[in-house]
């Protein structure tokens, strides 16, 4: 049975279930004028039946789920003959994947001999088993619980509070899976980036200077060859970051003062939403517009002037990037800006302060902390940022502080390491793990200081 | 009596009194203030000032005058456009939108809603401290050489100090702070807060001072510390001050106008005001009947 | 009276400083300014850009042909029987379309030429045709086919600028076809020579360039050279044979890198003398090569390429044929200058003169382009459209909605109504905050990790992005949900608690009707942030190449924004158009959404 069905035939279980506890708890009341003996009204009866019906029954559908095709790999895997068994994880990985093809009838990479054709028949076979008994379980789970619920009906039952109760666990569920998707990053890229440090030291990683994973393929190379440096990728990363702040951070600050102090009204109200269109725009369409636009232009200028400048120079990365981030820090500044007290500019007014002197002698001085934390929240997303460098930044991980040439930043690694064919466990797979798990470590510590600063500022003032 | 603590000069505008509405027919079109509006030595000369936010007509026809070395109370119920009245005169209204003045006022014989004249110069001889403390997040030194800084008044370091330690002693704070001048000026206790204020307006040296409720923030000591300190300052400036409580109006000012609902009811010596009203309205507001 | 005096002193000094200060008061409003208006010019540089590049996108070239369905062609047996007539040789009944619409194209390499001015997929339109309409078999019918990529190019514009010189003499041509000489009475072809004349002289000149750096490299050879001479002799004095050998072999290279640099440099010197020369000397024939802009002289409805030039004429290749050889009168013959040299271009001239030739047959249209929006990705510019993209970001958005709606606003309603103020809390607050600004790669790795490989979810599927967006939007939804909750007045939750409601009939029948707008709103916002993700998509295999168009959240798929990332990366001149126009729509659906929100939010907004 597909699974669609089965969810379907189990929400209509949960409608009957509904109906049916709400009918009952009617019916015990003695009819329609005798609800008053009830403790909770017919329709919390019926809720709580629906839910009886309902949880368990989804619950062990999704676990079922996500759990069926390890444990039949596992079965399917231990049938298979002694030799097969032993290969290596990789090797083993490949003949699971062409017993699954086989199984869906699509085509494989090797011959099909008889003892894979039994591994696929048996790989079948354990999946309809699987899918009947799973419809079974689930129906019967469903079942079960309606009548559990149905059987509780009583006057004095507390349908409401039990409901609620419910409720209110399913909302500490939901509310905490805030933590789960943390732990699960954590944990995610933690495991493999241990696997990848057996590989390569720790601190090679950290402090090597020469980036060439693609060297590493070989098995017995890896480690050896020092290929895994991170430092040219930290130090392109930087260097992206460090442009697109300068292209961002005056203008965006500069702006947001103009738009918060000077403009009239009238400008305000269509200069701001326009200004936060650059925010609303993907970055793949920046990524785009730097390929396409901004990088020929800039080595045409660099041309012009008798300078050499890369095709995928890092200084059109981090422009483009710079003025994707623009209304990120124009609207954070202006937040901050506007939180700055209406006495204080008063009180510099009062003295005879120009406008200008107001903003830079008193508003900017009491609105800094916030600006700075604005901005580290801005250079953790250009660290993150990573569309527009994978589309315009380079490959090849130069050592160079010049941003004519082409860079390559941790996130680009990342990707070009896990987008393509590889086997999930080689060294040039865990090394993107490695870099995700230094990305994440690094814009944590960013956010978790400029959130903390930025709060630290609202306090103040509040 | 009531000392409602206003909040701002808008929100002052946005409340009339309702106990008030029996009284209103009597301000209609062309209502005039009964009293004499000029002083005998003027600084500051106003003449039929209107004040509109917006739709709403918030000072009608207000003619007054601030003397040399005299120190002009407003009183009047909350709403009745004292506060608005005060921030025209150095234009401070400029910074709220949609605020239109009309009228004349004058300093010195010069206009000071006249297109070609510059506020800056004007704030810097029309000083004004404010209901709320409002110090800089700076240190207490900072806070006072703030104005001589912009204004280029100090030629060099010792000058400032010069500036900064005579203002600091006008406003009686000397004593408590010489020895900790770079400390922030938002630690120190309300009083001192607001006196810090004065001191960081006399430090540019103005030639009027307008106070907008300058001691609704403090409690009584730090109060009469603030009256005395004005009634000192009385000697070199010319003062404007709006307050609530009519005793301080009473105590610190020469003379007083009482506004209501956007007139001027009433102008006089102070002793006059409060002991023999003329106006119905000047007199129900003294004696308490609201207000 | 004594106080004046300094006061009066005062407000001078005020006055003096002025000047001063309003300068830099200008200087700093007129930074503010700037930067707005630099803001406000990107804005207008990024979509005039993407508006510029991609309209065109948005209409196709069609050719029309007149197909001839014979039946023993398209269906042998007679039974039509759809799956046999599918199969049927379309592309042969195009060729033959072609090369009756050609007669005169020979030569295998011609001819391919010829068959490439449709696009690939025209045999898959012609059968799609057939099989709808079986009556068509045993017809001759004209039908528009959809033209290849880089025709595509050239008929909009892109390929090449075309410039239009008039005539004053009387043309006259030696032949209809093969090789001819085309004169003119007049000196009409005298500003071609001199165009060509012009370009040679740049050519010298990029020569010239070339010379100076050739240069720099001898001298560095000689240094090299001088340097390793010197190394010899100190190593052959110290008597290390080793060392003495290494270096006789260096020099020795370096010695016939400098004598290949020496004969480069010299071979350049005396190109550019010969350019020189030929540029100065006026009048002679020139010779055009594949670098030079091409010259299509048109005449008696004919088009012949020039191959040289001279005053009085041109001689050249006839690559359309001339109704005959008699002599064509002043303006109505011309010269057209297809300024783009053919060697810096895909489309080359014969397929040019075709397309004229059609065009002037009106046998050339721009339809609207509806295989953009409704074909999924192909590798054949002309095919390929946003269709399967757009279905896969359809469904990929919808199991985030499903999800992350309920999931963000229970949260929300939760840390909001319930939650009491403890460590616990906090740390899950703190953590919500900070998700917000993970950088989405991140969630990429995670999608990757745990729902690919330890819950083995299938790749590339719909299923798997909607997950991983979920966890991303999710932030933002409770974000937004919060802020939605607490703008509700206390006093609504004090009238229901006060009537007997329990708290959670206060929240569901009260306060979560009263905040569902800016709810709603923000999940408007966080569903626009989701569609326009790309990176961590590219973590779970939705970067994979995907003809089909996805029916379900388990089929592999990709999404619109990567989309455009794979298209972007494609070499074809055709895929930027339509990399634009895949942008324009993505924004659309963007500005859409987020207009959507802001008209929600305004008509909702209520003030307490």
């Known amino acids: 049975m597909p699974l669609s069905l089965l969810l379907l035939l189990v929400a209509a279980l949960v409608v009957a279930s509904y109906y049916l506890t709400r009918r009952r708890s009617v019916a015990v009341a003695g009819g329609a004028a005798g609800v008053k003996v009830l403790h909770s009204l017919p329709s919390y009866h019926g809720f709580y039946g629906a839910l009886w019906a309902g949880l368990p029954a989804l619950l062990v559908l999704g676990l079922w789920v996500s759990l069926e095709s390890g444990f039949i790999v596992d079965l399917v895997v231990s049938g298979l003959p002694d030799d097969l068994r032993h290969l290596p994880d990789a090797e083993l990985n490949l003949v699971v994947n062409d017993i699954r093809n086989l199984a869906s009838g699509n085509i494989v990479s090797r011959e099909v001999d008889p003892v894979m054709q039994a591994a696929a028949d048996h790989y079948n076979s354990l999946r309809q088993i699987s899918a009947a008994a799973m419809t079974v379980v689930v129906l019967v789970l469903a079942s079960l619980g309606g009548w559990i619920a149905w059987r509780a009906v009583a006057p004095q039952m507390r349908a409401r509070n039990r409901v609620e109760g419910i409720l209110k666990g399913l909302l500490i569920l939901s509310s905490t899976l805030a933590i789960f998707t943390t732990i699960g990053i954590v944990l995610s890229v933690l495991f493999e980036a241990i696997r990848f440090f057996q590989a390569v030291p720790f601190f090679e990683f950290l402090f090597g200077l020469e980036w060439r994973p693609q060297i590493a393929i070989r098995a017995d190379q890896v480690g050896s060859s020092g290929a895994f440096g991170a430092v040219p990728l930290f130090a392109g990363t930087m260097l992206i970051s460090f442009i697109a702040m300068l292209v961002a951070v005056p203008i965006g600050l500069m702006s947001a003062i103009y738009l918060s102090e000077y403009a009239s009204k009238p400008v305000r109200t269509s200069a701001k939403p326009i200004l936060e269109v650059l925010a609303g725009i993907p970055t793949v369409v920046y990524g785009f517009f730097a390929a396409l636009t901004v990088a020929p232009f800039i080595r045409d200028v660099g041309a012009s002037l008798g300078l050499d400048v890369s095709s995928e120079s890092a200084l059109a990365a981090g422009l483009v990037m710079g003025i994707m981030i623009i209304p990120f820090v124009s609207s954070l500044s202006d937040d901050v800006i506007n939180a700055v007290p209406q006495s204080l500019r008063d009180a510099a007014y009062a003295l005879g302060a120009t406008r200008s002197e107001t903003v830079r002698n008193v508003i900017l001085p009491a609105a800094l902390p916030g600006i700075v934390g604005g901005v580290l929240l801005a250079v953790s997303r250009a660290i993150g940022e990573t569309m527009i460098v994978v589309m315009a930044a380079g490959l090849a991980a130069n050592l160079t502080a010049n941003p004519l040439e082409s860079v390559t930043t941790v996130t680009v690694q990342i990707v070009t390491l896990l987008v393509g064919d590889q086997e999930f466990d080689s060294p040039k797979t865990l090394a993107a793990f490695a870099l995700g798990l230094l990305l994440f470590a690094v814009t944590l510590v960013l956010n978790v200081i400029a959130l903390h600063v930025v709060r630290k500022y609202r306090e103040q003032y509040e | ?291 | 009276m004594a106080a004046t005096q300094p006061r009066r002193r005062v407000i001078d000094q005020v006055q003096a400083s002025l000047g001063r200060r309003y300068a830099r008061e200008r200087r700093f409003r007129l930074m503010g300014m700037a930067a707005v208006t630099l803001g406000l010019v990107f804005v207008g540089i990024l979509f005039t850009t993407i508006v510029s590049k991609g309209y065109t996108a948005f209409v196709q070239t069609h050719i029309a042909l007149e197909i001839a369905f014979a039946e023993r062609t398209v269906d042998p047996s007679g039974n039509r029987d759809p799956a046999e007539i599918a199969r049927a040789d379309y592309l042969g009944l195009v060729k033959q379309a072609m090369r009756e619409t050609f007669p005169w194209v020979s030569g295998r390499q011609d001819k391919r030429e010829l068959y490439k001015l449709v696009s690939s997929g025209a045999s898959y339109q012609l059968g799609d045709l057939v099989v709808d309409n079986p009556a068509l078999i045993g017809t001759t019918q004209r039908v528009w086919l959809v033209a290849d990529d880089d025709i595509d190019v050239y008929a909009k514009g892109r390929a090449t600028p075309i410039s239009i010189l008039g005539t004053d003499g009387v043309g006259s041509a030696t032949g209809t076809t093969g090789r001819i000489q085309v004169l003119s009475t007049a000196n009409d072809f005298t500003a071609v020579l001199a165009d060509v004349k012009r370009r040679l002289q740049q050519v010298a000149r990029a020569k010239e360039r070339d010379l100076l750096t050739q240069e720099t490299l001898l001298d560095n050879a000689r240094e090299q050279v001088t340097r390793l001479e010197a190394d010899l002799a100190a190593a052959r004095r110290g008597g290390d044979p080793a060392t003495v050998a290494e270096l006789e072999t260096e020099l020795a290279s370096a010695h016939t890198e400098q004598a290949s640099v020496a004969n480069y440099i010299a071979t350049i010197r005396s190109q550019i003398v010969d350019l020189e020369q030929r540029a100065n000397t006026p009048g002679g024939e020139e010779r055009l090569t594949p670098e030079m802009p091409s010259y299509l002289v048109a005449i008696n409805g004919g088009l012949v390429k020039a191959t040289a030039v001279s005053d009085a004429g041109i001689s050249g290749e006839v690559l359309v044929p001339l109704a005959s050889a008699a002599e064509a009168a002043p303006g109505t013959w011309e010269i057209k200058v297809l300024e783009t040299p053919e060697s810096s271009r895909r489309v080359k001239d014969n397929s040019i003169a075709w397309m004229m030739y059609l065009e002037d047959k009106g046998l050339v249209e721009k339809q609207f382009n509806t295989a953009f929006f409704s074909n999924g990705d192909s590798r054949e510019p002309e095919l390929a459209g946003i269709g399967g993209a757009a279905m896969g970001s359809l469904f990929t958005l919808l199991v985030t909605l499903l999800l992350s709606f309920p999931i963000g606003v229970a949260a929300a309603v939760y840390l909001e109504e319930f939650a009491p103020k403890n460590r616990w809390t906090d740390l899950i607050e703190v953590n919500i905050n900070n998700l917000a600004a993970v950088p989405s790669i991140v969630f990429g790795l995670l999608g990757l990790a745990v729902f690919i490989n330890f819950f083995g979810l299938p790749r590339s599927a719909p299923l798997v992005g909607g997950l991983v967006l979920t966890l991303m939007t999710l932030p933002t939804i409770i974000i937004a949900s919060r802020a939605a909750l607490k703008s509700v007045p206390p006093s609504i939750r004090e009238a229901a608690l006060g009537v007997g409601a329990s708290k959670m009939q206060t929240i569901f029948h009260h306060v979560l009707p009263l905040a569902m707008p800016g709810m709603l709103t923000g999940t408007i916002i966080g569903m626009a942030q989701a569609l326009g993700e790309t990176a961590p998509l590219l973590m779970i295999g939705m970067v994979a190449f995907i003809v089909d168009i996805p029916g379900g959240v388990t089929d592999p798929a990709t999404v619109l924004p990567v989309q455009i990332f794979l298209w972007a990366d494609s070499p074809e001149r055709a895929f930027v158009e339509r990399t634009s126009a895949a942008i324009m729509v993505l924004l659309a659906f963007l500005i859409a959404m987020n207009a959507f929100a802001v008209v929600m939010r305004r008509r909702f907004e209520r003030r307490w």
């Open chain 2, 1 to 291: 009596m009531a000392n409602v603590i206003e909040s701002t000069a808008v929100v002052d505008e946005k409340e009339p009194q309702t106990g008030s509405a029996t009284h209103t027919r009597e301000l209609g079109a062309g209502f005039e203030t009964i009293g004499e509006v000029r002083a005998e030595n003027p600084r500051m000369e106003c003449t039929g000032v209107n004040v509109f936010y917006g739709d709403k007509h918030a000072i009608k026809e207000v003619s007054l005058d601030v003397g040399q070395n005299e120190v002009v109370a407003m009183i009047g119920p909350s709403g009745c456009g004292k506060s608005t009245f005060l921030r025209c005169l150095n234009r401070m209204n400029d910074t709220i939108e949609g605020c239109r003045v009309s009228g004349e006022i004058k300093l010195d014989g010069q206009d000071v809603y006249d297109k070609r004249l510059d506020v800056v110069p004007l704030r810097a001889q029309v000083g004004m401290v404010f209901q709320k403390p409002n110090p800089f997040p700076k240190s207490i030194y900072d806070n006072i050489a703030y104005g001589p800084r912009i204004h280029g008044l100090a030629a060099n370091r010792a000058e400032l100090d010069e500036i900064v330690e005579t203002s600091l002693r006008k406003a009686g704070l000397w004593e408590e702070v010489k020895d900790r001048m770079d400390q922030p000026g938002t630690g120190l206790s309300g009083g001192q807060q607001q006196r810090l204020c004065i001191a960081r307006t006399i430090a540019v040296s103005p030639e009027v001072i307008l106070m907008d409720e300058p001691c609704s923030a403090l409690d009584p000591i730090a109060t009469a510390k603030v009256e005395e300190l004005i009634d000192e300052l009385r000697e070199n400036y010319s003062i404007a001050i709006v307050t609530h409580s009519m005793q301080q109006a009473a105590r610190v000012s020469q003379r007083t106008a009482y506004f209501h609902l956007g007139n001027l009811v009433e102008v006089g010596e102070t002793t006059q005001i409060f002991t023999n009203p003329r106006h119905k309205l000047t007199e129900d507001y003294i004696t308490g009947r609201f207000g």
